[in-house]
């Protein structure tokens, strides 16, 4: 409680209930009225039981440092929006880390892996570079350890720093490919990466980054279809026939809210498909297991499309064009000589026959796709 404003203390003293975990609710004093719950567990699952369950008066959660940054707040606005709760930040563990090292928030950037894979870092490797990392628990800066000497990158410096803001702040400094600490369930992890050039951010990683069997989009025709498709933040693909994930993949390494579904029908290009994303770092890539235009039936409208196997099968062209959304783009190399891109119309209005544009593409393979469209 003494690192609470006085302000944050008079909410905790006058609150009907406390929510908080166990560590936290310990820490209130005992002269509390106030009614104390656990957070349930597991928590996204349990709390709409909670929320539901709680009587009339002041409710306080209780949070770490910024309750927005990878933290409660977060959850609680998604399920009870904006205007039902009301966010009482601290100074944020990514603050207090940076003060630690001296870091600005200019020179590093900050990753979490609250509840996330720990693959997420792959994407962020480059030689020279400084990553804050947001643990889970005690376990993850073993686990970055691990990612970081498994990709060349063993003698990057870790500073894991428990406990901050607490009277049992910690600092334990070790390279990757020496670590042997048990650090405290708390903690943040500076990253001082010292390693090889691997693959940059930009679309056309180079054919060998990827495990595959020969079903696999070539580099130059990967970097043309994605220039054309243009992946912006929080844009969603269909990879339909992803073969290796490729598409999917330097999709969703364009930015880290970009999202990508790789439809695939065999098993082992499936698991593989995995395998890759985890890999290159963006693990968020969803498999979805079948064949179309059957698995693309319940799902949520893309963004963009690319169709690298079964744009001849029946139904697949039809089934993707009725889901593009207004202003979305598509891109087939189902014909490989003369692969296509078209752009469905922003509005209703939008003229069928303008450059670039179409309101009902022809397959691939037409002689003469309606609007023209520019070749990949």
């Known amino acids: 409680m003494s690192g609470l404003s006085d302000h944050a203390r008079a909410l905790v003293a006058e609150a009907d209930v406390l929510i908080g975990s166990p560590r936290q609710l310990g820490l209130v004093p005992d002269a509390s009225a106030a009614s104390r719950l656990p957070w349930p ?37 998604g399920l009870l929006g904006p205007d039902a709760v009301r966010v009482v930040p601290a100074v944020s563990s990514v603050a207090l880390a940076r003060a630690e090292l001296g870091w600005s928030a200019e020179e590093c950037a900050v990753v979490s892996l609250v509840g996330r894979p720990v693959a997420l870092l792959a994407r962020e490797l480059a030689p020279g570079r400084r990553i804050l990392a947001l643990s889970s628990d005690e376990t993850t800066p073993a686990a970055i350890a691990g990612l970081l000497f498994g990709a060349g990158y063993g003698a990057s410096v870790l500073h894991v720093l428990g406990d901050l803001g607490s009277e049992r702040v910690s600092r334990i400094d070790a390279t990757a490919e020496t670590w042997d600490a048990h650090p405290p369930r708390l903690n943040v992890v500076g990253i001082e990466l010292v390693g090889p050039h691997r693959y940059g951010w930009t679309a056309g990683l180079p054919d060998d980054a990827y495990a595959n069997d020969g079903q696999l989009t070539k580099r130059d025709l990967r970097a043309s279809a994605l220039a054309r498709l243009a992946p912006t933040p929080g844009a969603l693909l ?6 290796a994930g490729s598409l999917s993949i330097e999709w969703s390494r364009a930015h880290p809210t970009c999202r990508a579904l790789a439809i695939e029908a065999n098993d082992t290009r499936a698991a593989r498909i995995e395998q890759n994303a985890a890999s290159l770092g963006v693990p968020t890539v969803q498999v979805v297991h079948g064949a179309a235009p059957d698995a693309l039936a319940e799902l949520p409208a893309p963004d963009a499309i690319f169709i690298g196997g079964g744009a001849t099968v029946p139904g697949v062209l039809d089934r993707c064009l009725d889901a593009l959304r207004p ?15 078209c752009w469905r119309p922003a509005t209703p209005n939008s003229a069928a026959n303008s450059p670039g544009s179409a309101s009902r593409p022809r397959p691939p393979s037409a002689r003469s796709p309606v609007g023209s469209p520019p070749a990949v």
Not at 238 to 243: E, H, K, L, P, R
Not at 328 to 341: L, N, V
């Open 41 to 77: 567990s597991p928590l996204r699952a349990g709390l709409p039981a909670l929320l539901a369950s709680l009587p009339q008066g002041r409710v306080v959660a209780l949070a770490s440092g910024d309750p927005l940054v990878s933290g409660i707040a977060t959850t609680l606005i």
């Open 238 to 243: 269909w990879d339909v026939g992803a073969g």
């Open 327 to 341: 202003g979305g783009a598509w891109s087939s190399t189902a014909s490989p000589s003369k692969p296509r891109c």
